[in-house]
């Protein structure tokens, strides 16, 4: 763990229990890293008493230390299984996405709901062992319209003879659930907004996510 997440970060002492006390008692570290997540710098403290219930903490310095991906990435995903989410939103946030917006397109099932605290706690785990700086964003829209009304800019991500994924710009980009966009979501960008992948594979949504991150960010 590259630095511990906490909301009070910054203050000129701090007096951590619970979880947050367990972890630095396992540690047995003499200074100590933590990030709000919100000021952008890393705040280093002094553990000045420790017992089996509490840790006092006192702050030596804070320094700006932004770490983050070089290019900015947003990404709209139609709504699939939390459950897969889940499991490559990890990844994601390593990766440096900046945002996601969650979209119940036409083939999403109505039945999958987020649970967003439970998304941002993992996030939170993923960005104190990857140093990550800031939050990801996380957001919902009702439909492809509204998102796109929102974000006009953005490209979907398809089956394209021509535009493929690292041959052209892209910072917003909306990809599909399992049985990809309907008709008349397609029909809502412009050809050359369509982007693919130069293969004859079809990838599962969480795949195409994670393939997509990797080819923009890294």
Not at 28 to 36: D, I, V
Request: charged share 25%.
């Amino acid at each position: 763990m590259l630095y511990l997440y906490q909301a009070k970060a910054g203050h000129a002492s701090l007096t951590l229990e619970g979880d947050d006390h367990r972890y630095i008692f396992k540690v047995r570290r003499h200074t100590l890293y933590l990030r709000n997540l919100e000021d952008g710098l890393l705040h280093r403290y002094l553990i000045i008493h420790i017992d089996k219930k509490s840790v006092q903490l006192q702050l030596q310095e804070s320094s700006t230390l932004e770490i983050k991906a070089k290019q900015s990435l947003h990404i709209g995903w139609c709504v699939i299984d939390p459950k897969s989410v889940e499991k490559v939103l990890p990844s994601l946030n390593e990766m440096g996405v900046e945002k996601i917006t969650f979209i119940y397109c036409k083939r999403s099932q109505k039945s999958f709901k987020l649970d967003f605290k439970r998304l941002e706690k993992i996030l939170l785990n993923s960005s104190q062992q990857s140093g990550r700086s800031q939050m990801m964003k996380l957001e919902m829209a009702e439909d492809l319209p509204q998102f796109l009304a929102e974000y006009p800019q953005s490209k979907m991500l398809n089956f394209s003879e021509n535009n493929f994924i690292g041959t052209t710009t892209v910072d917003s980009i909306v990809i599909g659930c399992e049985g990809g966009f309907h008709e008349d979501e397609v029909v809502l960008f412009k050809s050359e907004n369509v982007v693919g992948f130069d293969t004859p594979l079809v990838l599962k949504s969480e795949s195409a996510v994670c393939a997509v991150a990797s080819k923009i960010l890294l």
